[in-house]
């Protein structure tokens, strides 16, 4: 067992309220009686009021005080790590395991009036998993690993609406999380640039015996953010679109991962984006369908135009079908 691990458990000894002698924790933790004193010196000097009394009904024991503290936590601070873990669940999050392990060494710290408290507290907010293949979290390790050591990999990824998977040579820079999606963004060998690639598409993955230096420091987000201001940059001519909606449409539009990037300005009712007209007539029509009648696109007069000749397609191709 680790040395905090150690340390840790001898503190949950202590905070039952019995006394230990330093035979009986070295026993119950199978380390020796000189790594006790060790190790209950070291959790003196950081602030655990750890008495050791004498003769014989002597022993190692915590002031009353400091056995009530629930582990250096307020109860807000531990439902925002209960809370945390159930969007890192949901998001895929390749730990998990490891994450529900950390939880029950904080709950095994808490008395049964903290525990009470803290399930009171953390039991209205749930997080609806995504449904990943089984192989994600394995992929997302092995690529977080490479990532870690600056291994070159080599992978078969599909693209989109292929039927069969291309082979890549990477060497991957980041992961990053967005719209239920899990993406590595990694220099392609084969276009030398940075690419982004989709988790759930890489079929297979293989470290090679090559190593790469990633730039310091690295950001997804960042990359993200100046590659959508890099195409607002090259595309020509910006519009103004404007568009109002009800409020949790507009909330859902205004903080896409793209589409914030464009964002000028926001009201209850309206939102305004200064966007290149390339992008305006390629992709938003489609993507601005998805919220229904939830938004209605006042300007310009192209886009609108554009939204409701392919809605007017859309619904002539239902229409032939039921004929």
């Known amino acids: 067992m680790a040395k905090w691990d150690n340390m840790l458990s001898i503190l949950w000894m202590l905070r039952s309220g019995k006394k230990f002698t330093a035979a009986?924790?070295?026993?119950?933790?199978?380390?020796?009686?000189?790594?006790?004193y060790r190790y209950i010196d070291a959790l003196g000097a950081s602030g655990v009021p750890i008495v050791a009394d004498s003769g014989h009904e002597g022993g190692f024991r915590i002031l009353e005080n400091f056995k009530e503290t629930p582990l250096f936590f307020r109860t807000v601070e531990l439902k925002a790590i209960v809370d945390a873990s159930k969007f890192a669940k949901g998001a895929g999050y390749p730990y998990t395991d490891e994450l529900a392990e950390a939880l029950g060494k904080i709950e095994q710290s808490l008395n049964d009036?903290?525990?009470?408290?803290?399930?009171?507290?953390?039991?209205?907010?749930?997080?609806?998993?995504?449904?990943?293949?089984p192989a994600v979290g394995s992929l997302l390790r092995q690529?977080?690993?490479?990532?870690?050591?600056?291994?070159?990999?080599?992978?078969?990824?599909?693209?989109?609406?292929?039927?069969?998977?291309?082979?890549?040579?990477?060497?991957?820079?980041?992961?990053?999380y967005r719209l239920s999606e899990w993406y590595?963004?990694?220099?392609?060998?084969?276009?030398?640039?940075?690419?982004?690639?989709?988790?759930?598409?890489?079929?297979?993955?293989?470290?090679?015996?090559?190593?790469?230096?990633?730039?310091?420091?690295?950001?997804?987000?960042?990359?993200?953010?100046?590659?959508?201001?890099?195409e607002r940059e090259a595309d020509g001519p910006m519009a103004l679109?404007?568009?109002?909606?009800?409020?949790?449409?507009?909330?859902?539009?205004?903080?896409?991962?793209?589409?914030?990037?464009?964002?000028?300005?926001?009201?209850?009712?309206?939102?305004?984006?200064?966007?290149?007209?390339?992008?305006?007539?390629k992709r938003l029509p489609t993507f601005l369908l998805m919220f229904g009648n939830g938004?209605?696109?006042?300007?310009?007069?192209?886009?609108r135009d554009r939204i409701q000749e392919l809605a007017a397609r859309i619904a002539r191709q239902y229409e032939e079908e039921d004929r």
């Not at 009036?113 to 449904?131: K, Y």
């Not at 080599?154 to 693209?159: E, P, V």
């Not at 938004?295 to 886009?303: N, S, T, Y």
């Open 143 to 176: 690529l977080e690993q490479a990532i870690v050591e600056g291994r070159t990999l080599q992978i078969a990824y599909r693209k989109e609406n292929s039927a069969t998977a291309e082979e890549r040579r990477i060497d991957p820079y980041g992961l990053a």
């Open 113 to 133: 009036e903290q525990r009470q408290d803290l399930h009171r507290h953390t039991s209205g907010v749930d997080v609806i998993q995504s449904a990943f293949r």
């Open 295 to 303: 938004i209605k696109v006042l300007e310009p007069a192209e886009l």
């Open 24 to 36: 009986q924790i070295a026993e119950a933790l199978e380390i020796s009686v000189r790594t006790v």
């Open 184 to 230: 590595v963004i990694a220099y392609c060998h084969r276009s030398s640039e940075l690419r982004t690639f989709r988790v759930d598409r890489i079929e297979d993955a293989q470290p090679t015996e090559a190593f790469f230096a990633k730039p310091d420091p690295f950001s997804a987000e960042d990359y993200f953010r100046e590659r959508s201001y890099r």
């Open 241 to 281: 679109i404007r568009i109002e909606g009800d409020p949790m449409s507009l909330n859902a539009l205004c903080d896409h991962w793209h589409m914030h990037h464009y964002l000028t300005e926001r009201t209850d009712s309206e939102a305004r984006f200064l966007i290149d007209v390339p992008t305006m007539n």
